[in-house]
């Protein structure tokens, strides 16, 4: 994507205190101090890369107010309150570049029934299915194969990007994104033996994401045994993570990458999950919990605790045991000495 | 979805032994002892959330022979043989109408080669594409853009939801359900280093999924590099999980959510493996052997045998070590006395 | 799938130094040795499988120049320098019959924006989507559904196979094959906590794939926040991989299936990462470093160095504290008979 923003345009969304030098060059791209290019915007996010500053060969750099030091030939120094917050600003202007908003309508190769309830303000991308009775809020975007099965309620100001499944009977809230292939509502994993033989158990119950929940590419929430899985306000899920059913998440959670929430287990508000933890089902998990990376957790979690390992542990004594563990070879050696000395005794 | 039965075809669906009180509530959910409303069904389904019921707000509560207790207000106690089977048939008559059987045909927006088979009782789904000599049983359902790739044969009764992708020359069993966004046949892993680069190892085999199998959404089943890679009868398989090519997977095996099979590896009947277990190449895992969650499998499993952790031990050993890890400190302190003791002695 | 040589067309193909025996069967199947049928091709591609090859069942053998045996009745022995690199050349011919080349040009079905360049001797396959200003080089091929986003590149000979989902603005190599539902260019997990909610933090870098790299089915590379996402040339990513923003991935490693690196994490060339393996953030992974299987990576990995276990450590360290770990028990007891005798002395 070609950008290009003058001096005056940045500096009209990055509200700089104070700029010091001058460039000719328009800001074309956006990169880190170590490399940028001329025409390239940095920032300095974080005081220890402050030694890198000197050295960039960015056109414009974005610094704080306690920064010490002059621009280059051709560079520009933009002094504003928070570099990493100023350059978000800019990064969402481009975003909109981005993704530019799109027509409101249906694009006539999407199938659309006659039951279904379709927003004036939103848009149906080419080749998505919206079955019978479904209905898409106000300037919601479903990019492309996107299917929303019979009954769903997709909320507004949604963003369904391409090839996303919403099966039927699930709602979606307002301001939701769901990255590519993510599938909500496919069937829990329930099964009883019965004569040598898994019966399925009916997964009749549905899947109800909370406003501003965002969900990352090929995730799959899984629709419950009766009444619903459910994801709360504002939390945000990264790709390939699992929620199984009859889960029920808080709000303002983070779900890393390759998470799996076995079912029924719930969550409070405020958890982190780190990336590839696997939560055992029937369990609960406090509010504001954090689980580190790896974790496998098959025991509640109080609320406010942070655990790690597996079976995971509270993280400080996790850190002791992994510890002692290393030292395993010098605690058999003592204890080979001491067996000596007591052989000899 | 709005599903309403009145007390008498809950009955009939039931099969009450005894009936205790009365309601005038028609019943629109099923829900949890705890959480259920007035109307609302509920039940105890394990003795141990006995001291729940007399709380429930249930208009209908399903209950065991040997539950002694009275109905509230405008309640009803059915006494049946088996709560939780009760609760099933009731799901399954609600499956029914939240999945409706389709009509038989072909969608016009689906894209069918004129030399792919498709039986005059099945549904092809808007925007599923059947490649040439594929062939598609009778009665079964590709629910909305599913790709059957050339030379496939998908048996009868089978459930393909939206986005399945089944790749060329693979074979479905009968009444097999694949959830949205499976993908069978894609090609195994396999390279030859040489001259510095990975050449690719052609994938040459297929996929066979056997009678009843059920596979969750997003999960892949590669192609074998020759011969095939199988999946036999019964076995029931959850989301994103990884099955390697030339796996070979027994009967009435059930695995879990994100579980990895690395390829040639043979897994015989009714093996469970527990989410996120990861299963080395080219090893057997006997009939009947279980693995349990978080694991991490390195070495043959013997029938029968249950397994745990990373890598993985029988059982009751690493249950043993995993306590004896957790009293490290406890050692170290011992071994630390025992050496002043013995610097004194 | 029908495939059927003779074995003339066999000994073209596989050019054998030696032909001992004969067969009157037409070759239509590969096997392995012991499985093999008549009518079949098998080879002796480990001589710990020698022991095998006078039972086959097979029509033809391939067997190396050392090999000391005769044929059975109706069967043939090719001598051959490296039976597995000649089986290899025999599968890259049936993988032609398997995946023969499709015709140029654009399906009816599929959606093309005006503004998108397509080679002429691209294919486009069914209910593709190509958006406004992207590209399809020579000879590509999108199989099925594939999405291709505003301003996209895909180089010349690529494959992309159903269902795949190539963001915008992404930049794809020559020769690369994406598996069904691999999703490049989904946003980076990025979020800053402002006033108790998680602030989105734009996504509005790209991500780019170099030559000859393959990326197994489900598989999630995720754009940068900017900057890039990079894999390196000639690298093989297997299924349900995860890949974070602003990863930057060298050339001719291989990431085995259901891995997770996350994001800023760099890994040199011909790193080799296990299945189910989790690299940390903000990691430096040296060339030809090797990471086993189901390991949690929370440290740089210096070049040539092989690690293992969660948190990982160099391999040989690992495996002794794992030995030392399943020797617990008899530590436990060692340490309480010293007690025993200090107690007494």
């Not at 149906?124 to 919601?140: K, M, N, Q, Y």
């Not at 609960?284 to 609320?303: F, L, Q, R, T």
């Amino acid at each position: 994507m070609q950008v290009s923003f003058t001096l005056a345009e940045i500096s009209a969304i990055t509200l700089p205190a104070r700029t010091v030098g001058a460039t000719t060059e328009p800001i074309r791209g956006i990169a880190s101090l170590g490399t940028a290019q001329p025409g390239d915007i940095t920032f300095l996010g974080n005081n220890k890369y402050k030694a890198s500053v000197p050295a960039t060969q960015a056109s414009v750099v974005l610094l704080p107010p306690d920064y010490v030091g002059t621009p280059g030939p051709n560079q520009v120094h933009l002094i504003v309150e928070n570099p990493s917050a100023a350059l978000s600003r800019l990064c969402s202007r481009i975003e909109q570049a981005l993704w530019p908003k799109p027509k409101a309508g249906v694009h006539p190769s999407a199938v659309v029934a006659k039951g279904a309830r379709i927003a004036p303000s939103a848009t149906i991308g080419p080749l998505c299915v919206v079955e019978d009775g479904a209905s898409v809020g106000e300037r919601t975007y479903l990019q492309s194969g996107v299917f929303v099965g019979r009954g769903s309620f997709v909320g507004e100001d949604c963003w369904l990007m391409a090839g996303v499944v919403v099966s039927a009977e699930c709602t979606v809230g307002k301001r939701v994104r769901l990255h590519p292939g993510v599938v909500i509502g496919a069937d829990g994993f329930g099964y009883e033996l019965a004569k040598g033989r898994h019966e399925k158990v009916p997964q009749v119950g549905t899947v109800v994401l909370g406003d501003d929940v965002e969900v990352g590419a090929n995730s799959t929430i899984d629709r419950s045994r009766f009444e619903k899985t459910a994801v709360g306000e504002g939390t945000k899920i990264d790709n390939l993570v699992q929620i199984g059913h009859n889960v029920v998440i808080g709000s303002h959670c983070l779900l890393c990458g390759q998470v799996g929430i076995a079912g029924s287990t719930t969550l409070g508000d405020y958890v982190v999950v780190g990336g590839q933890c696997g939560v055992a089902g029937h369990l609960n998990v406090g509010s504001g919990a954090m689980i580190a990376a790896h974790s496998g957790v098959k025991d509640d979690i109080p609320a406010k605790t942070t655990v790690w390992g597996s079976p995971s542990l509270p993280l400080l004594l996790e850190q002791k045991l992994t510890i002692l563990r290393n030292r395993l070879p010098e605690l058999f050696k003592r204890v080979g000495e001491l067996e000596k000395k007591a052989g000899k005794g």
